[in-house]
T-cell receptor
Framework: EAQVTQNPRYLITVTGKKLTVTCSQNMNHEYMSWYRQDPGLGLRQIYYSMNVEVTDKGDVPEGYKVSRKEKRNFPLILESPSPNQTSLYFC????????????FGEGSRLTVL | GIQVEQSPPDLILQEGANSTLRCNFSDSVNNLQWFHQNPWGQLINLFYIPSGTKQNGRLSATTVATERYSLLYISSSQTTDSGVYFCAVRTGSYKLIFGSGTRLLVRP
């Protein structure tokens, strides 16, 4: 089954404790992206990747890192999480860079205390 | 940048009723998608529809790219249709830009 898989789905952590949210897709997609969703602010792009070893900042990259060492994986790293990073996070992928249907993971709800 | 506007912002229906949701966008787009975000927060792909008309069961969508709008039709609504419906467009900037959504509540 074609899908985008995120882990963990739910996480409660404390300020400053490094964490990684993994994202994996099995559709051989070139393009992958991370979004966060906050009440009243909608979905905002954090980082995106057009292919292996090619990443770029989205609208709200501060406090986040990403890497794309393999085509299928695009982890989101919070080196020193802060409470303002409490949010619902989505990973997404598509075949093309600016065309093609975008598929979303099920979301990861992160709480930073 | 491109603006994406959805209407109405909120909609309450009685089960069995039909509805039309609208998405207007301010510039040419490479693609357009409709999503349903269910009460558990999951984003469900409904349609990938840069132009033309598609149908999937009780749902159908039409995009008129030259006039910069798209419509999502829900017929014979069910309580499970409740949630938020998003329209999202992609331009040449690799980014998917979301509208603010239509919050739908279907009452039994």
């Amino acid at each position: 089954e074609a899908q985008v898989t995120q882990n963990p789905r739910y996480l409660i952590t404390v300020t400053g404790k490094k964490l990684t949210v993994t994202c994996s897709q099995n559709m051989n997609h070139e393009y992958m992206s991370w979004y966060r969703q906050d009440p009243g602010l909608g979905l905002r792009q954090i980082y995106y990747s057009m292919n292996v070893e090619v990443t770029d900042k989205g609208d709200v990259p501060e406090g986040y890192k990403v890497s794309r060492k393999e085509k299928r994986n695009f982890p989101l790293i919070l080196e020193s999480p802060s409470p303002n990073q409490t949010s619902l996070y989505f990973c997404a992928s598509s075949f093309g860079q600016n065309t093609g249907e975008l598929f979303f993971g099920e979301g990861s709800r992160l709480t930073v205390l | 940048g491109i603006q994406v506007e959805q209407s109405p912002p909120d909609l309450i229906l009685q089960e069995g009723a039909n509805s039309t949701l609208r998405c207007n966008f301010s510039d040419s787009v490479n693609n357009l998608q409709w999503f349903h975000q269910n009460p558990w927060g999951q984003l469900i792909n409904l349609f990938y529809i840069p132009s033309g008309t598609k149908q999937n069961g009780r749902l159908s969508a039409t995009t008129v790219a030259t006039e910069r709008y798209s419509l999502l039709y829900i017929s014979s609504s069910q309580t499970t249709d409740s949630g938020v419906y998003f329209c999202a467009v992609r331009t040449g900037s690799y980014k998917l830009i979301f509208g603010s959504g239509t919050r739908l509540l279907v009452r039994p």
